[in-house]
Antibody, heavy 116, light 110 residues
Framework: EVQLVESGGGLVQPGGSLRLSCAAS????????MTWVRQAPGRGLEWVAN????????YYADSVKGRFTISRDNAKNSLYLQMNSLRAEDTAVYYC?????????WGQGTLVSVSS | QSVLTQPPSVSAAPGQEVTISCSGS????????VSWYHQVPGAAPKLLIY???KRPSGIPDRFSGSKSGTSATLGITGLQTGDEANYYC???????????FGGGTKLTVL
C-alpha cells in the first residue's frame, strides 16, 4: 500500500519560515506529479502547489506565490515545501498528495500553526 | 471565495439519491477533467471519481460523475449513513495556472 508521510509542521511566528517534507514509500514517486493541499481548521480544501514528475514545472496558488517553494528529490522519494513569510492565514493541515486528480494518494497531513 | 461553486449542503434520506453540483467556467471545468473527493472529519480525503466519470478500483457504482459544459455533477444512489461526509470537486484552471477545489458540500443522510 502507498504510504506518504508528512513532517515538519509546528508552531511558528508570523513572518517565520518552515520546511515541510513528505516521504513516499511503496510508490513509484518519480512517476507522478505531486501536490501540496492544505485545509484550514473547519474549512475546505485548498490547492497550494504542484510539481511535475521530473521537477521541471512548478505551479502555485496565488495565495502562496512568491512565499512558498515546492521541490522534490526523486532519488530520496521525497517532496518538500519551503514556506517563508508565514501569515496567520497559512495555519492549516498540509497534505502531500500523489496523482491528485487520477489516483489520489494522500498523506495523513501535518499541522502548521502561525501565531505569536 | 472558491473558483468552483458547490452548494454548501445537501440532504436526503437513506436509500434515496442525491446530486452535488460543481459550477465553474471555460478556463477550468470547461477545459479539463473533473475529479471528486469525499472527506469525513479527521480523515484524509478519498478519491471517488476521476476524469469526469471514472471510478477508482473499490468505489461502488452507487457513485457516478458527469460533466456538461462548465458544470460537473456527482451522483450518489442508495444513500447510506456512511456516506455522510464533505464532498469536493477539483480541476485545473488554465487561466490561473493552478489547481482549484470547490468550496465543498456537506452531505447529510437524514
Amino acid at each position: 500500500e502507498v504510504q506518504l508521510v508528512e513532517s515538519g509542521g509546528g508552531l511558528v511566528q508570523p513572518g517565520g519560515s518552515l520546511r515541510l517534507s513528505c516521504a513516499a514509500s511503496r510508490f513509484t514517486f518519480s512517476g507522478y506529479w505531486m501536490t501540496w493541499v492544505r485545509q484550514a481548521p473547519g474549512r475546505g480544501l485548498e490547492w497550494v502547489a504542484n510539481i511535475k514528475k521530473d521537477g521541471s514545472e512548478k505551479y502555485y496558488a496565488d495565495s502562496v506565490k512568491g512565499r512558498f517553494t515546492i521541490s522534490r528529490d526523486n532519488a530520496k522519494n521525497s517532496l518538500y515545501l519551503q514556506m517563508n513569510s508565514l501569515r496567520a492565514e497559512d495555519t492549516a493541515v498540509y497534505y502531500c498528495v500523489g496523482a491528485l486528480r487520477t489516483e489520489g494518494y494522500w498523506g495523513q497531513g501535518t499541522l502548521v500553526s502561525v501565531s505569536s | 471565495q472558491s473558483v468552483l461553486t458547490q452548494p454548501p449542503s445537501v440532504s436526503a434520506a437513506p436509500g434515496q439519491e442525491v446530486t452535488i453540483s460543481c459550477s465553474g467556467s471555460s478556463s477550468n471545468i470547461g477545459n479539463d477533467f473533473v475529479s471528486w473527493y469525499h472527506q469525513v472529519p479527521g480523515a484524509a480525503p478519498k478519491l471517488l471519481i476521476y476524469d469526469n466519470n471514472k471510478r477508482p478500483s473499490g468505489i461502488p457504482d452507487r457513485f457516478s460523475g458527469s460533466k456538461s459544459g462548465t458544470s460537473a455533477t456527482l451522483g450518489i444512489t442508495g444513500l447510506q449513513t456512511g456516506d455522510e461526509a464533505n464532498y469536493y470537486c477539483v480541476t485545473w484552471d488554465s487561466s490561473l495556472s493552478s489547481g482549484v477545489f470547490g468550496g465543498g458540500t456537506k452531505l447529510t443522510v437524514l
